[in-house]
């Protein structure tokens, strides 16, 4: 069964205060693995694509990295205004688009 | 350049009645996708639309569906509401075909009583 796992559901930071957010999928056939930031009230903003294993991608504080079997989010020396929710994506070969329930992040000035 | 639009934002309906809901793509974008996101189970694929047509549709019973006209505005339909229909619905437009860089609307929260 096609499954995306998030870990941790929630995670407080103090500013500064650098940690890793991580996606564990198991699914037939990765086409491609997405990164979405959620503010509360809004919809899904897009953040990163991955393709293959050893792909890598960065945007100011944040950087994905993806295995085979797991991505994981990076962020350097986070904001308070890096609060928010941070949702993994997985599309399958079939074309099928499952999304993780997320990483619930706070950061403390 | 204007984001994806839904309407309504909120609403609420009793057990049994049916709704519509509305979204407008991003200008140029003709793929549409929906998404249902609770508490417990996060973000649910519904059904993706191009060009008018139902690419792909997730496991969701036959009282949700949806259409797209061809300006590449979306809408769709739940029929005979459960109180577990209350939930968020997302539209997400995209510029072409598994581009995989979704653009979400704010949603249309619904509450079931």
């Known amino acids: 069964e096609d499954q995306v796992t998030q870990s941790p559901e929630a995670l407080r930071l103090q500013e500064g205060e650098s940690s890793s957010l991580n996606c564990s999928y198991t699914?037939?056939?990765?086409?491609?693995l997405f990164w979405y930031r959620q503010d509360p009230g809004k919809g899904p903003e897009f953040l990163f694509t991955?393709?293959?294993a050893g792909e890598e991608k960065e945007k100011e504080r944040l950087k994905a990295t993806l295995t085979k079997k797991e991505s994981f989010l990076h962020i350097t020396a986070p904001k308070p205004e890096d609060s928010a929710t941070y949702l993994c994506a997985v599309e399958t070969g079939a074309n099928n688009l499952f999304f993780g329930t997320g990483t619930r992040l706070t950061v403390i000035p | 350049k204007a984001g994806v639009t839904q309407t309504p934002r909120y609403l609420i309906k009793t057990r049994g009645q049916q709704v519509t809901l509305s979204c407008s793509p991003i200008s140029g974008h003709r793929s549409v996708s929906w998404y249902q996101q609770t508490p417990g189970q996060g973000l649910q694929f519904l059904f993706e639309y191009f060009s008018e047509t139902q690419r792909n549709k997730g496991n969701f019973p036959g009282r949700f569906s949806g259409r797209q006209f061809s300006n590449s505005r979306s809408e769709m339909n739940v029929s005979t509401l459960e109180l577990g229909d209350s939930a968020l619905y997302l539209c997400?437009?995209?510029?072409?075909?598994?581009?995989?860089?979704?653009?979400f609307g704010e949603g249309s929260r619904l509450t079931v009583l």
């Open positions: 997400a437009s995209e510029s072409g075909v598994d581009t995989g860089e979704l653009f």
């Open positions: 991955l393709y293959s």
């Open positions: 699914v037939s056939g990765l086409r491609g």
